[in-house]
Structures are given as structure tokens and as C-alpha cells.
């Protein structure tokens, strides 16, 4: 069963571990790592309503935010697009030297499609800075992420424990992660919610 705190609050947590310079590749339900990094509730607001002050000009559906000046790129709504997207972002970051992380924000049910495994593959081959951060909450409509853990080569990390505090909990093992990305191999953080 879900926990919708958890779901709202472990994105938030993650996003107080990163640096300004690292690039965020989200989903629906990370609109919490946005305001952490300085989107303003107008700015949303003006977004939803598609009005004058939206800096999308209204080019995109509701909730679909995105940022240049906070390095959070736009929301798409394909399930999945936006981690590849992510290994392109951080095989950049390697190339140009630059000390930055790319996070991807997915759900479980986005684990089970084509995008999730190549982007993974190219991930390893490539060695790059990026961070895969599924939010499972047990509402995937694909596979159940117990089958895809179960019948996976990838390295899934649990929590130890979420408690009542995630953010404090969390907030460590990404600093921890993000500045030693390089040297751990591929990892997916799946924090079940």
C-alpha cells in the first residue's frame, strides 16, 4: 500500500543532496524537487493555467514543469522517455569534465519498458555520473517491481528502514552516491513508498 507522505517527501530528500549544477529528469510526481530548488508556487501555478506568466508560454499540458535556470528538464508524458534522456545528459557531464550528477525520477511500472533496460546498459557501458531513482509504490499498471527484482542483473538498493523521517534518512546516502557515482557501478535506488 502506498504511502503518499513517503511519495512526496523522498524526492524531496534526494533533492537536498544534489548541487545546483546537477540535472533533473523527473516524472509526475516530482514537483516537490522543483520548489526545493527555488520554483516558486506562482511559477507552478502560472504553468497549470497555461496564463501570461507561464515561462513555457503554454506550450505544455499541466504539470508539466520545467526549468533551465534550475537545471529541471520538462516533464514528458511517455512513460520512461526521460531516463535515457538522463544518461545523455550525464555522458555530457563526463565528457565536458564537468562535476555534476544527472538524477531520473521513474516509477516502477516505467522499470518494465524498453527505456529503463537500454538506458541502464548504456549507463554501465559508459561509466557516467547518473543516479536512477524509482519511486515505488506498488500502483505500477506493468509488471510488479517484485518480478523485475527478482528476475533482474541490476544492483537494487534498499532502504534500511524509511521511518517517519525519510528526508533525514535519505538525504545522506545521495550526498554519499552522488559523490562517489563514478566509482560504485550501476546503481537503482528503489524506495518503496
Known amino acids: 500500500m502506498s504511502n503518499q507522505l513517503l511519495d512526496a517527501t523522498l524526492p524531496v530528500g534526494s533533492a537536498a543532496a544534489l548541487s545546483n549544477e546537477d ?59 526521460q531516463i535515457p534522456q538522463a544518461v545523455g545528459a550525464a555522458y555530457a557531464f563526463k ?12 516509477g516502477e511500472g516505467a522499470a518494465s519498458e524498453g527505456d529503463f ?7 554501465a557501458t559508459l561509466d557516467v555520473p547518473v543516479l536512477f531513482f524509482c519511486r515505488n509504490n506498488g500502483y505500477a499498471i506493468s509488471t510488479p517491481s517484485s518480478e523485475v ?32 557515482i563514478s566509482s560504485c557501478g550501476l546503481r537503482v535506488c528503489s524506495l518503496l513508498s
Open 23 to 81: 540535472m533533473v529528469f523527473a516524472q509526475y510526481r516530482e514537483h516537490g524537487v522543483l520548489l526545493w530548488r527555488g520554483f516558486s508556487i506562482q511559477e507552478a501555478v502560472d504553468q497549470c493555467f497555461s496564463n501570461i506568466g507561464d515561462k513555457g508560454k503554454g506550450r505544455q499540458m499541466p504539470i508539466h514543469y520545467g526549468s533551465r535556470r534550475l537545471h529541471f528538464q520538462t516533464i514528458s508524458s511517455p512513460l520512461g522517455t
Open 117 to 123: 533496460h537500454a538506458a541502464l546498459n548504456f549507463s
Open 149 to 180: 527484482r527478482e528476475h533482474s542483473y541490476y544492483n537494487f538498493i534498499q532502504p534500511a528502514a524509511l521511518s517517519d523521517y525519510p528526508i533525514i534518512l535519505h538525504m545522506p546516502a545521495i550526498q554519499r552516491r552522488r559523490h562517489r
Open 95 to 106: 565528457v565536458q569534465q564537468k562535476d555534476a550528477v544527472a538524477i531520473c525520477y521513474f
